[in-house]
């Protein structure tokens, strides 16, 4: 009878080890697959979040006039920056401190803002090139808009449109690429979020 009780507590006492090391395996995978789940649905989320963004920018400097274009900051401008700057706090995104007039660089046509303070993780880059063209119709991706916002080689295309292109390009802080490396693994993710959009000017 005592042998018989022994016997049972040895084999629950096997199963609940058997049990603790399974767990002791699952947990860190299971750990692995939620912050993935948890980091790529932010990701994505701030991908079209990012999208919106520069669309309602692109079409709101379309719209405005281009007789200013040859100024330091024309109105146009301006207007796509405070579009996004707006859109972005109404979401509940950090704007990195980001302001109209510092750090901004101009080329032709094309401004590029930055935050004055980059030291820290938020970081932000906002490229509108107002005098941005592309062949139509588009044949190939190599005519798709990139995040640098530079147009295609002129006489890519029978006829070309010239618009306005807004790219955003934003920090994006992963979580998954340290689970990964404690399970021995090199994730090699993107530093940032970009979002890419243009619009035909109206003027």
């Not at 274009?69 to 301006?78: D, Q």
């Not at 044949?139 to 790219?167: D, F, I, M």
């Not at 992963?174 to 003027?203: D, H």
């Amino acid at each position: 009878m005592l042998e018989h009780i022994r016997l049972d507590r040895l084999a629950w006492s096997s199963e609940e080890a058997s049990q603790l090391a399974e767990f002791a395996i699952a947990l860190p995978l299971l750990i692995f697959f939620v912050v993935g789940i948890f980091d790529f649905s932010g990701a994505f989320t701030l991908k079209q979040k990012l999208t919106n963004i520069a669309r309602d920018a692109a079409r709101a400097a379309a719209a405005d006039p281009a007789t200013d274009l040859s100024s330091t900051l024309p109105y146009s401008v301006s207007n796509a920056f405070y579009v996004i700057d707006n859109y972005l706090i109404a979401n509940n995104i950090n704007d990195c401190g980001i302001v109209v007039s510092n750090n901004s660089i101009i080329r032709t046509l094309t401004w590029q803002f930055i935050p004055a303070d980059s030291s820290g993780s938020c970081s932000i880059t906002i490229i509108i090139n107002r005098g941005y063209y592309f062949p139509f119709p588009v044949a190939t991706k190599s005519a798709l808009p990139t995040v640098s916002c530079t147009p295609p080689a002129p006489g890519a295309g029978a006829t070309e449109v010239v618009a306005t292109c807004v790219s955003i390009q934003y920090s994006y802080q992963w979580r998954f690429g340290q689970i990964a490396s404690l399970l021995g693994r090199n994730a090699v993710l993107p530093t940032s979020v970009s979002a890419v959009a243009v619009a035909m000017n109206e003027n």
